[in-house]
């Protein structure tokens, strides 16, 4: 049987609360883990899947993108139908496409962006309890603005990262950082070429002490510079993060998912 | 103690996942049921909460409204800050408040807005899955929203009302029916003087059918006509629906809660 083999790219969306993040972890129930668990029903064999990135425990993906490699004939769409079968109900694929061999989903990823939903008001949101992180004071939202300008360019990223970061190159360049008003809701967007450890959540405790009056705007840029990890905020909790897309060269297999202009 | 009765009245805002709808039910977890509970620990008795209306098993709420009587002086923030303390996450007290004792959460309710949201595609949305009500096949909205005018005005509802309805009246007036395009997203919002028991789960199942070419527009308004629960389409599943907003005369005591213009 000598069966081609194939690369599969799957675009998925998950909600991470129940999850120890993406990443395979030993007696942890991870996002990636639990889709290999599916995948070895569905090829009966294992396969390993190599995600764009990491998201830490509890942080949400609307499109996640992973890849992985079987000789296994089933058509995609077969194998997207038979995945979410199995799958619970917080982990659906979205898309499921054979891609040339060469396609790595991290390496190749050339645009990540995240979102931060901040839901602002002195009790928390019921309905939006997993996809919000609840902020009781308001918040200074054009000094939140200014401040996230200074990270818009390439950086040495030090002050913004983990001290557990191995990367050997601090270095990353955000392309956009908005800072969207819709009360009760305030929405951080931001796109980079690839992010450090933690480097969303501490880039965005951050402009939330900006926001909160606790750090001027004018601040910002001199933690940037310091390259020094005391000096910027600690790692905000994951709730209400969201991976929401990677872009990879070309057309996108898999558009930018639509946000919804009002979802109650 | 010659102490004066209060009328207060409750904001709420909740996810209705897990209860038995609205309305308190032997042997059944029930949102208002669970309220009264918290409010006994705080008040130290009993009090009965009055709805502006019962919301069916899993249907969500931001904004219901509710009002009951007490002769305890605690002021009503810290009472709105003890219930919070007090309920689980699913449920929000957004305000509480005093109002004149004449004040009657249902009878006085002026105008109900319901809001149905469906995730139109071939797999259902992970994060929004408690959120949305996942419909397979495309929709023709402009079909839909044809069929919806034709529930605008003063009408006898009797072919979208459950046979166990038993209002007198059968007539109800809608003021409005919108359906908003924004893909994956569908959303149908009402709005009416008051609904008949099940009245939006079967309009909503009609508009669909009409949305799935299984029913041509035309035929609403003589479904609404010949006055027969057969002729119009089964009770929608409460997945995906919300109680958005109630509405008094005069000045609202809390705004219309806003829905998010770009939540992930």
Not at 31 to 57: F, K, M, N, Y
Not at 129 to 147: E, F, G, W, Y
């Amino acid at each position: 049987m000598g069966r081609k083999l194939r690369n599969i790219r799957l675009d998925i969306e998950y909600e991470g609360t129940h999850y120890h993040g993406w990443q395979v972890q030993a007696n942890a129930v991870s996002v990636s883990g639990t889709i290999e668990e599916a995948l070895e029903q569905v090829l009966q064999h294992r396969a390993r899947l190599l995600g764009s990135g990491r998201t830490d425990a509890g942080v949400h993906a609307l499109g996640q993108v992973a890849n992985f490699t079987t000789e296994r004939e089933i058509p995609a769409e077969n194998l997207q139908l038979a995945l979410n079968r199995l799958l619970p109900r917080d982990i659906v694929i979205r898309r499921a496409a054979d891609v040339p061999l060469e396609f790595h989903a991290r390496r190749d990823a050339i645009e990540r962006t995240y979102r931060y939903q901040f839901f602002v008001g002195s009790h928390p949101s019921a309905l939006y309890r997993t996809l919000t992180l609840h902020i009781r004071r308001p918040l200074n939202v054009s000094a939140m603005r200014q401040a996230a300008g200074a990270f818009v360019g390439s950086h040495d990223f030090t002050s913004f990262r983990s001290r557990h970061c191995d990367a050997e190159n601090p270095v990353r360049t955000v392309f956009s950082f908005d800072v969207l008003n819709d009360p009760p809701f305030v929405f951080l967007d931001v796109k980079a070429n690839a992010f450090l450890r933690n480097q969303v959540r501490i880039m965005a405790s951050t402009l939330l002490e900006v926001g909160l009056g606790r750090c001027p705007a004018s601040d910002v840029p001199r933690i940037l510079e310091a390259k020094n990890r005391d000096l910027a905020g600690p790692t905000l909790k994951p709730r209400g993060l969201l991976l929401v897309h990677v872009r990879y060269p070309g057309q996108d297999a898999i558009p930018m998912p639509r946000t919804p202009s009002s979802l109650a």
